[in-house]
Nanobody
Framework: VQLQASGGGLVQAGGSLRLSCAAS????????MGWFRQAPGKEREFVAV????????VHADSVKGRFTISRDNAKNTVYLQMNSLKPEDTAVYYC????????????????WGQGTQVTVSS
C-alpha cells in the first residue's frame, strides 16, 4: 500500500486543520492506521491510532481532546482533525499503516506516507 498525506499548512494558534491520508491498494480496510509527528530537532512521536474497523481509537495525551482520528474505508482515507492548535503542534505529520500491530510504537508500522507540514503561529 502507498500512503499520501495532505492538508497541512500555516494556521494561527487556536485554529483548526484536517489532515488526510489517502491509501492505494485493496488492503486499506484491514490496516490499522496511525498518525505521528516530528518537530524540528525532536524525535518522531505518536499522535493517534485507529483500528481497521474504526471502532477503536487511541490519542496521545498531548493531543487528547483537541485532535480526532477517523477513517473512511470506502474512500481508503484516514483523517486527523486538529482543533485548538498550539505552536507546539508545529511538526511534520506522517501517516502510517500496520498490518497487525495496534499501538504507539513506530517500529511496528509497515508503511509510511511522505509527511505534511503543519505550522502553528502564535
Amino acid at each position: 500500500v502507498q500512503l499520501q498525506a495532505s492538508g497541512g499548512g500555516l494556521v494561527q494558534a487556536g485554529g483548526s486543520l484536517r489532515l488526510s491520508c489517502a491509501a492505494s491498494g485493496r488492503t486499506f480496510s484491514i490496516l490499522n492506521m496511525g498518525w505521528f509527528r516530528q518537530a524540528p530537532g525532536k524525535e518522531r512521536e505518536f499522535v493517534a491510532v485507529i483500528s481497521w474497523t474504526g471502532d477503536s481509537l487511541v490519542h496521545a495525551d498531548s493531543v487528547k481532546g483537541r485532535f480526532t482520528i477517523s477513517r473512511d474505508n470506502a474512500k481508503n482515507t484516514v483523517y486527523l482533525q486538529m482543533n485548538s492548535l498550539k505552536p507546539e503542534d508545529t511538526a511534520v505529520y506522517y501517516c502510517a499503516a500496520a498490518r497487525t500491530y495496534y499501538g504507539a510504537a513506530e517500529n511496528y508500522y509497515n508503511c509510511w506516507g511522505q509527511g505534511t507540514q503543519v505550522t502553528v503561529s502564535s
